[in-house]
């Protein structure tokens, strides 16, 4: 049965392990299991494929609430900007199969103003049964003040959505995309998502000047109960996060970890996890979160699934190598 703790005791525990790192003892690190599950169709296999993903993974949600965080940026037809609602939804039934008390879907876009047009745009309330009953706008949400547990960006406090905050599991569904900032945009990246357009603006510009990486990591650390699924079925390659093109890849990625979730999705799209600022930052002391020896993988082998993404060439040209 899986461990349960509460924000105070992550912290603590968090705390407890500085303190051994500070007098030079050597606290062994638990691998973090990574899942690629291949999920060749947006089709009915999905939500057996969903309930599989989080019973490997012994994600125990009986009683809890869950907020379920997807990539809703823009809409074109016949693009793959964000995060197909089949999943969102085959996430939603698993979730409620497995005895959660509330299962909340909640995204705050930093382009559009109205986010249930977008939503509906991209086949949300199709697919999501009375799904604006489910929906939180997260630009809207009330917030609170925080000071995150590790701090990177020059932002000295964080206003954040109540919803989100108070969520006992948040779980962030970002689509597998190239980034022309950040290289590669994934599970990590999805949380400036969170971020309320309502107090920063749209489209959120003041994480951009304090450091989009920084802030990033900043916003992981907010967070310490995460789980990650990352929709690589069809992803995005070339000018991301919206003006790339489709990329199909046919896998799912996932993990409590993200940073290690964010590695193994760069490693199948051949980018090198190292040059991932973000990744670095939160990885912790010698990169220990994105160390393949610290990931233990299910499913599919990287190498069987492994497909290279055309890099955006605002990237590109600066260097960021193929793993």
């Not at 790192?21 to 947006?42: D, E, L, N, Q």
């Not at 609430?65 to 940026?73: A, D, S």
């Not at 547990?149 to 006992?168: H, I």
């Not at 610290?294 to 499913?299: E, K």
């Amino acid at each position: 049965m899986e461990t349960k703790f509460t924000r105070r005791e992550w912290l603590a525990a968090a705390g407890s392990a500085a303190m051994l790192a500070g007098c030079g003892k050597s606290v062994p690190m638990v691998p973090s299991t990574v899942s690629i599950v291949r999920a060749p169709a947006y089709d009915q296999r999905i939500y057996e494929t969903m309930r599989r993903i989080l019973e490997d993974h012994r994600v125990d949600v009986r009683g809890r609430t869950v907020v379920l965080k997807p990539n809703l940026v823009e809409f074109e037809p016949q693009s793959s900007i964000n995060t197909h609602p089949i999943l969102v939804h085959a996430a939603w039934e698993a979730f409620q199969a497995m005895g959660a008390s509330s299962v909340r879907i909640g995204e705050g876009p930093g382009h559009r103003r109205n986010t249930l047009d977008l939503a509906d745009a991209a086949g949300y309330f199709q697919i999501v049964p009375h799904f604006e009953d489910l929906f939180v706008d997260l630009n809207l949400d009330d917030v609170t003040r925080i000071r995150p547990s590790r701090q990177f960006s020059r932002l000295e406090k964080l206003y954040l959505p109540d919803t989100v905050l108070g969520a006992d599991l948040l779980v962030s569904m970002p689509k597998m995309k190239t980034h022309h900032w950040t290289g590669a945009t994934l599970a990590m990246k999805n949380l400036f998502g969170v971020v309320p357009s309502g107090v920063y603006g749209w489209p959120k510009n003041p994480l951009h000047w304090a450091g989009i990486e920084e802030c990033i990591a900043d916003l992981h650390a907010a967070f310490p109960r995460q789980f990650a699924i990352v929709d690589g079925i069809v992803g995005m390659e070339g000018d991301g996060p919206i003006q790339g093109v489709p990329k199909p890849v046919g896998v799912l990625v996932a993990g409590h970890d993200p940073v290690a979730v964010d590695a193994t999705c760069c490693r199948i799209m051949q980018i090198d996890p190292y040059q991932i600022g973000y990744l670095r930052l939160a990885s912790g002391e010698a990169n220990s979160h994105m160390l393949e020896q610290n990931i233990r993988q299910t499913g599919e082998n990287i190498a069987d699934v492994a497909t290279p993404f055309v890099l955006p060439a605002t990237v590109a040209g600066v260097g960021l190598r193929r793993s």
